[in-house]
């Protein structure tokens, strides 16, 4: 497998679930500030026509685009992993649910604040709502390590690399005792330090 991915973006996730995963892999960095040209002279649209990464090329050439659909297949391709419950239970669908609330909710949200056009009257509201989130997560979080319980799951990834984003736009996790618990024990783990 092939992950085309930048550094820092949301594809960051798929990187680190790759690393958790014990699957092999191969890593191409994007560079999403110049032409978005690849290191074999192709560009991203040749790749993902959307222009975006993450995208995950298959061993038999074949593409999956989309976090929420690229993480689930990592975790499918090493069950012994633990980076998603078996397929059919309902810890699997509340899997589903955090990825996509990380996803519709979460990186929608703080990602608008990448925006350089953003108004500077929006940037109040876009930080209310994601304050929102933090604390609705944080309390999530206060009798558990990670978002499923006690096991590191591909959406522990994902929201690990949302809220990397958030300091630099002033958010404070002192608001969020254990939000800030949290991502300081996911920075820690030997996938995240050597992605």
């Known amino acids: ?3 085309y991915t930048h550094p820092g973006s949301c594809s960051s996730a798929a990187h680190i679930s790759l690393a958790e995963s014990g ?15 690849l290191p074999d002279g192709r560009h ?12 995950l090329e298959l061993d038999d050439g074949e593409y999956l685009t989309e976090n929420v659909a690229i993480l689930q297949y990592i975790a499918d391709q ?3 992993s633990g980076l ?3 397929y059919g239970t309902i810890e699997r669908y509340h899997l589903q649910s955090w990825l996509g609330y990380i996803n519709s909710e979460v990186h929608k949200t703080i990602g608008a604040m ?5 108004p500077e009257e929006m940037k109040g509201p876009v930080l209310e709502k994601n304050g929102a989130q933090l604390s609705y997560i944080d309390g ?4 558990k390590d990670f978002l499923m319980g006690d ?17 630099g736009f002033g958010v404070d996790f002192a608001n969020y005792p254990n939000v800030a618990a949290y991502e300081a024990r996911i920075a820690e783990r030997e996938s995240v330090k050597h992605r």
Do not use: C, Q
């Open 44 to 55: 991203l649209n040749d790749v993902n026509p959307k222009g975006y990464v993450p995208a």
């Open 1 to 3: 497998m092939k992950l």
């Open 23 to 37: 699957l092999d892999f191969e890593i191409i960095k994007v560079d999403l500030k110049s032409d978005r040209k």
């Open 84 to 86: 998603a419950p078996a």
């Open 114 to 118: 990448f925006n350089p056009t953003l």
């Open 78 to 80: 090493s069950p012994d």
């Open 140 to 143: 999530h979080l206060a009798d």
């Open 151 to 167: 096991k590191f799951t591909v959406a522990d990834a994902y929201l690990f690399i949302t809220l990397s984003w958030m300091p």
